[in-house]
């Protein structure tokens, strides 16, 4: 009966062993991705920061006061970009984000749009038969510079069709190795901070809505390639982190069944002793 035991917990020793080989490639792969991941969104944050103080500029002279990017849309419903993985083992990197995504759809009064981008979030939201905008973008990491400039043309040409009344980003933020936070931000109708300016910037002979409609869909695809960055950066650093835990979870539940195994043979060896004195008195 011992015997059996041993061998039990010799098969599941080998299971875990095997578990945890892969694990720890899966953690190697994740460390990779994030250096890559990691550097480009350093590289893409001062892009949409001079994007933003240029339209700033424009906006702190009167006559671009009346653009219809700073104003709500002709619609009445909200928007939603949700920015998820293509893949799972990340930990709770896609949970928090669609509870996240959920807690602002219920303040809405009118059933919401979304707008999945990822594997994950395309299916997250078909199978819950959401309104869906587009299923276009279902592969987050296939998206680049050119695919998100696009995106931000068709966003805005919705916008001013009244399609839809705001525009809202959901992503993960990226803030370091093993801190990912689930974040969101309006980006249609445009927020007006020019005002805390005291001396405008003056732009001679300028059509300031022309400026604006160059300015301003350049900037929303910019800020979509932001997020993508962080999000890839942000799943990459969740994916290390849990597949970080399992190793150490593996590693505790051999040690268990190496101690387990231990005391499965001592009794084996105890037993025999106890047959062989039993049979040496019988004798």
Partial sequence: MAAASMNDIKARMKSVTGTMQITKAMELVATSKLRRAKARVEAVRPFTETSLHAIQDVLCCPDAKDSPYLKAGKGDRTLYVVMAGDRGLAGGYNSNLFRLTA????????????????????????????????????????????????????????????????????????????????VYETVLPFENDAEAKSSPVLFEDADYAELLGMLIPTYVGGVLYSAVAEALASESGARRCAMNSANKNAEEMIDTLMLRYNRARQAVITQEITEIVSGVEAL
Avoid: W
Wanted: proline share 4%.
């Fill in 103 to 182: 807690a602002l759809c219920e303040k809405d009064k009118n059933r919401p749009l979304i707008l999945p981008v990822g594997k994950k979030a395309t299916e997250h939201y078909q199978r819950r038969e959401a309104d869906i905008f587009s299923e276009k973008y279902g592969e987050i990491a296939q998206m680049g510079v050119g695919d998100c400039i696009k995106l931000g043309e068709e966003l805005c040409h919705g916008f001013l069709a009244g399609e839809f009344s705001r525009l809202v980003l959901v992503y993960t933020k990226f803030q370091s190795m093993i801190s990912q936070v689930p």
